[in-house]
Nanobody, 113 residues
Framework: QVQLVESGGGLVQAGGSLRLSCAAS????????IGWHRQAPGKQRELVAA???????NYADSVKGRFTISRDNAKNTVYLQMNSLKPEDTAVYYC???????WGQGTQVTVSS
């Protein structure tokens, strides 16, 4: 069965960096696009960044220039490098496979001011 396991979240001060990882199993990872979403308390879940099977990327306006999504097909893993973090980036971050509408369990990112 499909599994997505996120890691790398934590507490960081504003201006700091974190790298999230999402390890996939149970799928042919290389043929799928995959995305990172986040949900802050009291807010709707939103798409943060996505990467296609061919490596094309897109980002939410709020993170452009600060976040970078990448993938390593040999490791079945997608990454989200987050730099210049702001308190408003605080949220639970999820990776998601659109082709099968499957979500990971999420990892908490907290940015203190």
């Amino acid at each position: 069965q499909v599994q997505l396991v996120e890691s790398g979240g934590g507490l960081v001060q504003a201006g700091g960096s974190l790298r999230l990882s999402c390890a996939a199993s149970g799928i042919t990872f290389s043929i799928h696009g995959i995305g990172w979403h986040r949900q802050a308390p009291g807010k709707q879940r939103e798409l943060v960044a996505a990467i296609s099977s061919g490596g094309s990327t897109n980002y939410a306006d709020s993170v452009k220039g600060r976040f970078t999504i990448s993938r390593d097909n040999a490791k079945n893993t997608v990454y989200l490098q987050m730099n210049s973090l702001k308190p408003e980036d605080t949220a639970v971050y999820y990776c998601m496979l659109p082709a099968v509408d499957y979500w990971g369990q999420g990892t908490q990112v907290t940015v203190s001011s």
